[in-house]
């Protein structure tokens, strides 16, 4: 059960006074009948707005498709972000949406957002050892051996002490790969081909644990059912 003006302003419909306004003004029902106490609590499952159900009010999972050119910082001085992306009264949820990890401004392909705090944790947790499938294109030929060096968790990066965990390379063509990681370091992929001497051009994350984009086109998001993880 929920206190009606503070359900309204966390899911982002209006600040806590504007919604006292709506509830008084007879736009909010719970179970079909209009409550103008805006300090009654209800079921969210059970309260309409303006004749609507409430947008998502136990909580969003959202699988987006990110475009090249956008950063997942919510710091609007780091440039275009990826929130930009989602309908206006999303960005003013609270708690609000975060990505689970993030992919770099060069890098497009599949992530995750929420406004559930403790998947994010579950999910980016190197305890979890959730795979992430990359595609990369290089700038030259992948050396031979690669793979090996990838696979052994032996490999260290510039200025880390601990050596990456095994990771997958696929070889696809001379100059192209897909690379599985388990963990989801600090520009990961990019750091492992230069620690080889390979610069990548492009970068698209394909897979996120059991989850691929299908055919969700770039730019968009798609929900997904809030238990999608919950067996984890
Ligand atoms: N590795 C990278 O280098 N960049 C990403 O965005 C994700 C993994």
């Known amino acids: 059960m929920r206190r009606l003006d503070q359900l309204l302003a966390n899911l982002g419909y209006c600040s806590r006074r504007e919604a006292r306004g709506w509830i008084q003004a007879g736009r909010v029902t719970v179970r079909g009948v209009t409550e103008k106490d805006f300090g009654a609590k209800a079921n969210p499952a059970e309260v309409q707005v303006d004749g ?54 060069d890098t497009s392909g599949l992530l995750l957002l929420t406004d559930q705090t403790e998947l994010v944790h579950q999910l980016t947790s190197p305890k979890h050892k959730v795979p992430k499938v990359y595609r990369a294109t290089l700038a030259s030929d992948l050396p031979a051996g690669l793979a090996a060096i990838f696979a052994s968790g032996t490999l260290l990066l510039k200025d880390e002490v601990k050596p990456c965990a095994s990771a997958d390379l696929k070889v696809i063509t001379p100059r192209s790969a897909e690379l599985t990681l388990t963990e989801g370091r600090y520009h990961q992929v990019r750091r492992m081909f230069a620690s080889q001497g390979c610069e990548v051009l492009t970068l698209h994350r394909a897979q996120f644990g059991p989850l691929s984009l299908t055919d969700l086109p770039v730019g968009q998001w798609r929900t997904l059912p809030p238990e999608t993880f919950a067996s984890r």
């Open 52 to 105: 609507a159900p409430l947008d998502h009010p136990d909580g969003l999972l959202l699988l987006l498709h990110k475009p090249v050119g956008l950063v997942c910082s919510h710091d609007e001085r780091e440039g275009p972000n990826i929130y930009s992306l989602l309908p206006p009264r999303w960005r003013e949820r609270n708690p609000g949406i975060t990505s689970i990890g993030r992919l770099d401004k």
